[in-house]
């Protein structure tokens, strides 16, 4: 069972803001829409109660000059103009005196309302003839003595009129709750750009970089976690320096007495005769390998990331390495029958120089022990035209089949048919200091298709 990953900050800063902001552009939104909704409706409401004004004027002015039985027609004319006017909704009235005699209009119309008390306007919404309407009753007192008017009209103005206020309030808001999320997003982004840098910068370190985050250009929220982190290199620097000279100390210790009994064996072995003497030849080269492998071991563990983190890069010349190199490997190569050559040519890299004394000393150490009696190897530096510096090492043994060029830079792997007496340590530790001076190692195929020549090519950065 695995867990879900923690949600990211941004993610809930976003959420925090997003879900509150929300919440209050949607109320506010419905607190918009009611206000003009009620507005809409009073505004219709006034409209509706001036009609019914309108009637019970018209009914103050030809009340003098008509019978009762006329006042219903002219009333009617009345609302038939209002309603020509509008030509949207369809109006109904009535006009019943206090006797509860129908002066005009439609006596049902009577029951959609209560009758008003006092003075004051009574509305009501209920149907009329299939149709939704708005009904109000006004209490008047005409020359023919208290009258209540009542009138009824269809909502469709009202409807669409709710429609338009919806439409208007709904839009203005949706683009503002639209832009105020953006808003928060992009603030949330820039608020969070600091951190995002940090951890691009931390992301975006090498292995070997343990050196201290600068403090300055970040907000005060973040230098705690900085200050940590650059505590925590501290530690880290100290540790890899501390192992450093422990290896160190330990590579001494250790080849020092390990040559001294190799010597000790070979002046036995020219005391003894016979048996005990090929015994001898076999135990001091057993010695031998051990001290090369031990020696190997310790220099592939100086170079890793940690170790070579603490020792800073110096400039390093190539053609004083490869003769440092000559002096060394030349007995070696006169015992083996081998001729090795130099041909050196001006070129400087940055880096450490007891790390690629080790890389070229592996190289030549493996050419020697692939070659065969009167065979040649070749040592060569130089520089390239882009500035970059290389180094190679060219042998006529018998290579390495182009499918295990890969392999070969594995820990203690030695291709078959390799030459005995070999750990499978020295290509893993050239590559190891070329990844640490990110250089690239190259295997090619040696002069006329013979041998193996390892071209190790340093950046121009370096």
């Given at each position: 069972?695995?867990?879900?990953d923690?949600p990211?900050?941004?993610?809930?800063?976003?959420r925090?803001?997003?879900?509150?902001?929300?919440?209050?552009?949607?109320l506010?939104?419905?607190y918009?829409y009611?206000?003009?909704?009620?507005?809409?409706?009073?505004?219709q409401?006034?409209?509706?109660?001036r009609?019914?004004i309108a009637?019970?004027?018209?009914?103050?002015v030809?009340?003098?000059?008509a019978?009762?039985?006329?006042v219903?027609p002219?009333?009617?004319?009345?609302?038939q103009a209002?309603?020509?006017?509008?030509?949207?909704?369809r109006?109904?009235?009535?006009v019943?005196?206090a006797?509860?005699?129908?002066?005009?209009?439609?006596?049902?119309?009577m029951?959609?309302?209560a009758?008003?008390?006092?003075?004051?306007?009574v509305?009501?919404?209920?149907?009329w003839?299939?149709?939704?309407?708005r009904?109000?009753?006004?209490?008047?007192?005409?020359p023919?003595?208290?009258?209540?008017?009542?009138?009824?009209?269809?909502?469709?103005?009202?409807?669409?009129?709710?429609?338009?206020?919806?439409?208007?309030?709904?839009?203005?808001?949706?683009v503002?709750?639209?832009?105020?999320?953006?808003l928060?997003?992009?603030g949330?982004?820039?608020?969070?750009?600091?951190?995002?840098r940090?951890?691009?910068q931390?992301?975006?370190?090498s292995?070997?970089?343990?050196?201290q985050?600068?403090?300055?250009?970040l907000?005060?929220?973040?230098?705690?976690?900085v200050?940590a982190?650059?505590?925590?290199?501290?530690?880290?620097r100290?540790?890899?320096?501390?192992?450093?000279?422990?290896?160190?100390?330990a590579?001494h210790q250790?080849?020092?007495?390990?040559?001294?009994?190799?010597?000790?064996?070979?002046?036995?072995?020219?005391?003894?005769?016979?048996?005990?003497?090929?015994?001898?030849a076999?135990?001091q080269?057993?010695l031998?390998?051990?001290?090369?492998?031990?020696h190997?071991?310790?220099?592939?563990?100086?170079?890793?990331?940690?170790?070579?983190?603490?020792?800073?890069?110096?400039?390093v010349?190539?053609?004083?390495?490869?003769?440092?190199a000559a002096?060394?490997w030349l007995?070696?190569?006169?015992?083996?029958e081998?001729d090795?050559?130099?041909?050196?040519?001006?070129?400087?890299?940055?880096g450490?120089?007891?790390?690629?004394?080790?890389?070229l000393?592996?190289?030549?150490?493996?050419?020697?022990?692939?070659?065969?009696?009167?065979g040649?190897?070749?040592?060569?530096?130089?520089?390239?035209?882009?500035?970059?510096?290389?180094?190679?090492v060219?042998?006529?043994g018998?290579?390495?089949?182009?499918?295990?060029?890969?392999?070969?830079?594995?820990?203690?792997f030695?291709?078959p048919?390799?030459?005995?007496?070999?750990?499978?340590?020295?290509?893993a530790?050239?590559?190891?200091?070329?990844?640490?001076h990110?250089?690239?190692?190259?295997?090619?195929?040696?002069?006329?298709?013979?041998?193996?020549?390892?071209?190790?090519?340093?950046?121009?950065?370096l």
């Amino acid at each position: 069972m695995t867990l879900a990953d923690p949600p990211s900050l941004r993610g809930r800063l976003l959420r925090l803001l997003w879900w509150p902001l929300l919440a209050v552009l949607l109320l506010s939104a419905v607190y918009d829409y009611n206000q003009w909704a009620d507005r809409a409706r009073s505004n219709q409401d006034l409209a509706l109660s001036r009609i019914a004004i309108a009637l019970a004027t018209r009914l103050d002015v030809d009340a003098d000059d008509a019978h009762d039985d006329d006042v219903g027609p002219h009333l009617a004319r009345t609302v038939q103009a209002m309603q020509q006017a509008d030509g949207r909704d369809r109006l109904f009235f009535a006009v019943q005196d206090a006797k509860g005699n129908l002066l005009g209009g439609d006596a049902r119309l009577m029951t959609l309302i209560a009758p008003p008390l006092g003075d004051w306007a009574v509305f009501a919404d209920t149907r009329w003839q299939g149709s939704d309407v708005r009904v109000v009753a006004l209490p008047h007192r005409s020359p023919l003595g208290p009258v209540t008017v009542v009138v009824a009209e269809t909502t469709e103005r009202r409807v669409g009129q709710i429609h338009h206020v919806l439409v208007d309030t709904v839009v203005p808001n949706l683009v503002l709750l639209l832009l105020a999320l953006g808003l928060v997003w992009l603030g949330v982004n820039f608020a969070l750009a600091p951190l995002d840098r940090l951890s691009e910068q931390v992301e975006h370190r090498s292995q070997e970089d343990l050196g201290q985050i600068p403090e300055s250009p970040l907000p005060s929220e973040l230098k705690p976690l900085v200050v940590a982190l650059n505590r925590l290199m501290a530690h880290l620097r100290a540790s890899a320096q501390v192992q450093q000279a422990f290896l160190s100390n330990a590579a001494h210790q250790l080849r020092t007495p390990l040559a001294g009994v190799v010597n000790q064996i070979e002046l036995v072995s020219r005391e003894v005769d016979g048996e005990p003497r090929d015994r001898l030849a076999g135990v001091q080269e057993a010695l031998q390998r051990m001290t090369r492998s031990t020696h190997q071991m310790l220099a592939l563990a100086r170079s890793g990331p940690q170790a070579a983190a603490a020792e800073a890069a110096a400039p390093v010349d190539l053609a004083e390495l490869l003769e440092d190199a000559a002096s060394q490997w030349l007995d070696t190569a006169l015992a083996a029958e081998v001729d090795l050559g130099f041909e050196s040519q001006p070129a400087a890299v940055r880096g450490s120089a007891w790390m690629l004394h080790e890389l070229l000393g592996n190289l030549i150490h493996n050419a020697l022990r692939h070659s065969p009696p009167g065979g040649r190897v070749t040592v060569r530096c130089g520089s390239d035209a882009s500035g970059g510096a290389w180094l190679e090492v060219e042998d006529e043994g018998p290579g390495i089949p182009p499918a295990l060029r890969d392999k070969v830079f594995d820990r203690f792997f030695q291709a078959p048919g390799a030459a005995p007496g070999g750990s499978g340590l020295g290509l893993a530790i050239v590559r190891e200091v070329a990844e640490r001076h990110q250089a690239q190692v190259r295997l090619l195929d040696g002069a006329e298709g013979r041998g193996l020549r390892v071209r190790v090519e340093f950046p121009a950065a370096l």
